[in-house]
């Protein structure tokens, strides 16, 4: 994997910005970090071009469209080589319910972040399609009872 430049104050500062407001204009990023409005797009595009910046978007309220349960769901798979890990993330990947798909280390081999409109949707999901992923043996389902925090800013 090639090494990427590193981050200046500025690039950081910029990133801090982004993440509050990913809708903030160019010219009001450029004043809030004292760059001129060029430069300022011009270390933005970078940031894009490499990957640091990988996408904007909202943050929805998922009950509010209709998606009252969160479940983080722990997946234990029978095998543990290259192919079947592999077969499971792409599997998962096309599942529009699962918004997060992690590899993890400990009891389960994935952790698996899913949001559905409720209990009987969400067992439907688990029965029509997460438990016929390639490779499942085991499913544990732990339902969000509430939530304290949520956020997409890293601290830096």
Do not use: W
């Not at 990427?4 to 970090?33: F, H, M, T």
């Not at 797009?41 to 209709?66: F, K, N, P």
Request: aromatic share 6%.
């Amino acid at each position: 994997m090639p090494r990427r430049a590193p981050l200046d104050d500025i690039d950081l500062d910029i990133l801090r910005r982004l993440q509050r407001n990913g809708r903030v204009s160019n010219a009001e990023l450029a004043r809030e970090v004292n760059l001129s409005p060029p430069s300022t797009l011009q270390r933005v595009r970078r940031l894009e071009r490499s990957g640091v910046v990988r996408a904007y978007g909202a943050l929805v309220d998922a009950a509010e469209v209709g998606l009252g349960v969160t479940v983080f769901v722990h997946v234990t798979l029978s095998l543990h080589q290259d192919k079947p890990i592999e077969g499971f993330r792409e599997y998962v990947r096309r599942l529009p319910e699962v918004l997060e798909c992690h590899n993890v280390s400990g009891d389960c081999d994935f952790l698996l972040k899913v949001v559905s409109e409720d209990i009987a949707a969400y067992e439907s999901f688990v029965r029509g399609k997460l438990s016929r992923a390639p490779g499942v043996e085991r499913l544990r389902s732990s339902f969000v009872l509430s939530t304290a925090k949520h956020t997409l800013e890293l601290p830096f």
